[in-house]
């Protein structure tokens, strides 16, 4: 016997035991039965789990929990339904003389030989399903006492809940819980390094769900004021440069971020000197730490700092070794104005981007909605000829990958002069695409008969049968037409960078890959930015959410 | 709001109108000629650039800048391309120079030696050959002609740090090693890394001594240090797998070996962050191979770094000069890289775009670029120092005004500029990405195993060498005439049309015209779009398969070839590929169609706070696909220090079964997984189809299941199931179809470079893309398309065959 059957049967007399096992754990819990045969079956092929060799000793104290096969490519698993078709059809061709089942093995037999060589061409060894867990003997004792744990629960619950309902509820909310917990996790996430410094994002300090930010104090500077000036109505903060003849000063903008490096001439009556954030850092003296303000970095790479409780012209010169930055817990709300005063100016800092979305979306769900909706209500039921054929041409234009009809495609836009313009991205739409199309033929095709030929006999005709009687039927997949279209034109992103040349034409997708570098990015602003450019889309959601759930399919259909 | 809308009508179109005026106000105000540019991207690093475009519209009234940003890629190949063909185009590009070549071999740019003749003698700005490094201005000359104004000089040096080399002086003098100089040979850097590796008790590395392959060398730089060329002199010829290469590969390989294996240290290194978490400024890492930006980065973010700079290592003969390297000239060497500003041909501004250039290029737009980025920096309580430039004369000022001033960083840079004018490029060729990408697959197969190096240098020297003969052969094919197909499109558009038009005049049954011409007409919308739109893109593809085109110049006919290639030479890929999406679609798509049924059905309950649990499982399909890359890159994160899901795999699995965490993405056996895992966190966007499906199933049909007694779950099997079995299929033939094609994930999770570890993360959409855009075979990539899409096609038409046994319609035609 080789190592490798070895591994086999051990693998598989271990998960019988341990199925036999569970199995006798659940009856114990919902019936209180016991079960002696369960228990002996279970222990004898745990035993011979344990004694069987199949595994190399490791040598590391612990138990080898034998996975599935030792070495199996997860490809395979793609083969194996069609390899049980074939063997099916072939039996059943050879035996049952069933003749209809050799296009199912002509198809299944060249299918699985194909798989398995294509997977054969993949180099992939050790896979998921393969190898082995080791388990230590905590983790042994700790999962008994898990099934302790379960069965107590278990019979608690049976006890308590006269009627299944109760499970059942339980149940749903253990679920829903637990789904909305894994799904929004990432989310999250997202939302947290949204509030975080980017230099806590990119730290190696562990995962910290509340993000730590530099405390900063605000602080009147006297070596270098900090001004605030009005100029053609905008607010600039910033310091003085120099001063011109006629006594106005030259103002180095620091904010708005959109306008940092420009020099702006101010009257000195509009200035007026605001304290400045500054960061609270500790500087370690032979007297201990001292709480000071860090006021700047000089060019010999000295720090000037104010230490706390001295009078404010005070300064400390000190190289950066000495200084440890003061972080507290809390949320960096900064990252959302000034993911938003990052986009450049002419787009009135995103505004023209939303407007460029919104006329997309808007003109991309009307159009979707309208012509598919009529194209799917004539592909499911009504006949024209060549209608099986128009159908698969239809959906055929879903299969050729859109990489390489981009060029004709991009001059045909042309020709019709619409490059540059929002055109391209939503007069398609108005042509009926095959995704939607087919999805709505599907509804339509479930929508009852009688209903249809009840308006028939009564005399209407084919449009109003189909907008007072058929389509009301599947308004809540109108719905999922619209927030489907609505969210793929919100996100498509490949499509303008294409199309469109001039930054005032672009929509939100666009501006959301702004914030990715070439070698520096922002994670924080771009998570601000990503989480405030969902939230319409969410509302959409969460208005749209009333539509799709009203079961239409009760309207029509009173009596049946 | 609506309603406040409705009621100050007149006020709403005032404003509308004010609205309109500005808008054409503005339009009109735009007198001044548009200087176009593409590809820089905006950010925290581009302050300057925007500060100089500002300089440049106040110096030259006649101009105005307009910036389209990239973002991460820079310049977007399709972007560029569709604009040429189109004949959109911009002034001026942005451009990573090697790849120069590959376009102007192609006719794309615009040569700009008569310009600079033009204007050498009247403008001192004038970017001349005497101004620039050698290497960087070479690196953007064709056949003798230049196409781009090189910018930036990037070169790679050891960087080490001291401290550590101090820290570990007792054990390095017991190996013969001197603590205080970094290592100058291969046999010293695999013995410095030998000693500065720190590993646990069982074996495993926590801190490498010296990654080949961190930073930024590749197997090129080792090339060039080994005096390997990778192309011979007439460019004819791939020496992927000469000996001197694979002795650098070799070398690599060794590297690896000494810091865990190539396996264990790229899971290592993929933990690694950029910027301010780079390992080597967190002084995390004692030696790593890489560009001068690095200077800029430990000013920024590491201040305090105790570091030293010098030239990379050399093989051991070339530093005692001895065998091949007898008569070699400079010891020392590193390699230049950067990019350009380059001018496609065609441009409607060339004037302004060259103006452009001229500007941003001289000292004045530089100082201007350099102060604004300083200051800005400064506000952010950071410092900075400009990277190296290809113009000397922009390095010296740099030096002297914008360089850091400490000791250390200035000796950095030192040794950087220094370095400059020994260095080398890569080989200007027409198959530049090829090229490229065959080194990078050939460390990565050689590292992973997978081929022996010999075979995997053998496998990157054919690819190559196909490309180059394909390019060199091409002008002796047959040109193809447009004429012809473009007759026969019309042709058969003027027939589809006419049939269309003729089937409402056929002769139907009496019962059966009226629902046929409606039926007809009711499909009209689609049929105009497939004529227009879709088919003739479709058609020309298909025409394209057989030839070769690559967009820029006209196409050649080939006929077969492109499918020969693909099924004979590059069989292995291609195939690899398919494995791939089977894979990740026959394990993907089910999965996420069960994972969205069961919460929809969940969902379907009476509970209390519904919406707020629908809007949690949707939520995730909403987030656009470039940040829930970016998220799940960061989720992913091997180091459970800084990726969620391992510092939630090591507190859970980890500690409890004792498994070690994977590496997901880095690591070829999860790479597939993990592409599925994040797949499956957007099945939420699939509940709004189930709960539509289950809220147009009828009542009734319930209603007497539950008077005849049958059980919830038979209710569910017999009544619920067949009735949603119509958007089950949709599904299925949709996921299917979807999955096939992904291209998208795995283009964002690599970044558009390489294709994860062990080509894992290929799949045969972005294989195709990779041709097309990368290698410029249009043709090639086409034969691709319609050979995915016969599978396609053959996948959708099975599943339609099978369908005829469980999906239940309510009309049976």
Known sequence: ?560 | MAKWLENHKGLTRALFAFCLGLLSALCLASAPKDVVIWGPSVGADSKGLEAAIRAFDAKFPQYHIKLLAMGAGGMNPQKLMTAIVGGVLPDVIDQDRFTINDWAARGAFQPLDSLIARDAKTDPETPTPDKYYPAAWHEATYEGQLYGIPTGADNRALYWNKAIFHQFAPQLRAAGLDPNRPPQMWSELLAYSKVLTIRDKSGHVIRPGFIPNFGNSWLYMYCFLNDAPLLSQDGTHCLLSSEPVRESLDFMLKAYDIVGGYNQATAISSTFGQDAADPFVTGQLPMKIDGDWTINNIVKYGPDLDYGVAPAPIPDDRCYCRGRFKNVKDRFITWIGGWSLAIPRGARNIEGGWAWIKFYLSPEGKRIEWTAQRAWERAHGKDYSPEMLASKQLTQLALADFAPREPRNRAAYLVHIGLASKALFRPSTFAAQALWDAQVRALDEAGQGSLTPQQALEQGQNRVQRELNDFLKAKSLPLVDLKIPAVVGLIGFVAGIALFGAQFFRRYSRLKRAEARWGLLFITPWVFGFFILTLGPMLASLFFSFTEWNVLTPARWVGFGNYGALFGADRELFFKSLANVLYVSGIGVPLSLFTSLSIALLLNNKARGLPAYRAFFYIPSLVPSVASAALWLWILNPDPARGLANSLWKSTIGTIFGVGAPAWFSAPEWARPSLILMGLWGAGGGIVLWLAGLNTLSPSLFEAAKIDGASSGRQFWSIMLPQLSPIIFFSTVVGFIGALQQFEQNYLVTSGTGAGPNDTLLSPAYYLFTQGFGYFKMGYASAIAWVLFLIVMAVTAIQFFVSKRWVSYEVQQ
């Open chain 1, 1 to 560: 016997m080789t190592v490798g059957f070895a591994f086999v049967f051990k693998t598989l007399a271990f998960w019988v035991g341990l199925l036999l096992l569970v199995g006798f754990v659940w009856r114990l819990a919902s019936r209180g039965a016991r079960s002696v045969r369960l228990v002996a079956g279970s222990l004898a092929c745990l035993i011979l789990a344990w004694i069987l060799p199949g595994l190399p000793a490791l040598g590391d104290g612990r138990f080898h929990v034998p996975l599935f096969l030792p070495i199996f490519p997860a490809e395979y698993l793609l083969a194996l339904p069609l390899l049980v078709g074939f063997l099916r059809a072939l039996f059943l061709f050879l035996f049952a003389r069933k003749g209809g089942f050799a296009l199912q093995g002509m198809i299944c037999g060249p299918a699985t030989l194909a798989v398995v060589r294509i997977a054969g061409q993949s180099t992939a060894k050790a896979t998921i399903l393969g190898g082995s867990l080791s388990v230590s003997v905590t983790a042994c004792i700790c999962l008994a006492l898990l099934a302790v744990c379960a069965i107590v629960i278990m019979g608690v619950v049976q006890r308590r809940a006269s009627s299944k309902l109760f499970l059942r509820r339980f149940s749903i909310y253990a679920g829903l819980v637990a789904g909305s917990v894994v799904f929004g996790l990432p989310f999250l996430w997202m939302l947290s390094t949204s509030f975080s410094d980017d230099r806590e994002i990119n730290s190696a300090s562990g995962i910290s769900w509340i993000p730590r930010i530099q405390v900063t104090v605000p602080f009147k500077d006297p070596s270098k004021p900090y001004y605030k000036a009005q100029s053609n109505d905008q607010d600039l903060e910033g310091r003085i440069l120099s001063t011109a003849a006629n006594g106005d000063k030259l103002l180095d903008v620091v904010r708005p971020i959109a306008r940092l490096g420009q020099t702006v001439l101010v009257p000195q009556s509009l200035l007026e000197q605001i304290p400045e954030p500054k960061p609270e850092v500790f500087l370690q003296t032979n007297e201990g730490l001292k709480k000071s303000l860090d006021l700047e970095t000089l060019p010999n790479g000295q720090h000037r700092l104010h230490i706390i409780g001295t009078p404010d012209s005070d300064d400390v010169l000190t190289n950066p070794a000495r200084l440890t930055p003061v972080l507290a817990s809390g949320a960096r709300f900064q990252n959302y104005p000034d993911s938003l005063e990052f986009l450049p100016e002419d787009t009135l800092h995103g505004l023209v981007y939303l407007k460029n979305t919104l006329i997309i979306v808007l003109l991309s769900v009307i159009g979707a909605v309208f012509s598919s909706s009529i194209v799917a209500y004539a592909f499911a039921r009504l006949s024209f000829g060549g209608k099986k054929l128009l159908f698969a041409l239809l959906l055929s234009t879903m299969m050729l990958p859109t990489t390489v009809t981009l060029m004709p495609q991009f001059m045909i836009f042309r020709e019709l002069g619409w490059i540059d313009t929002l055109r391209p991205l939503w007069v398609p739409t108005f042509f009926a695409t095959a995704f939607n199309v087919f999805l709505l033929r599907q509804f339509f095709a479930g929508v009852p008969l009688e209903l249809e030929e009840a308006a028939r006999i009564d005399g209407c005709s084919v449009p109003k049968i189909f907008w007072s009687v058929t389509l009301p039927q599947v308004i809540p997949a109108l719905v999922t037409v619209a927030i489907w279209t609505a969210v793929a034109a919100w996100n498509n992103f490949a499509g303008p960078l294409i199309y469109i040349n001039s930054p005032e034409n672009m929509p939100v997708s666009y501006a959301v890959q702004l914030f990715q570098g070439q070698r520096s990015s922002q994670p924080g602003l771009l998570m601000a930015f990503v989480t405030l450019s969902i939230i319409p889309v969410i509302a959409l959601f969460l208005v749209a959410q009333r539509y799709f759930l009203q079961n239409s399919a009760t309207s029509g259909l009173g009596g049946r």
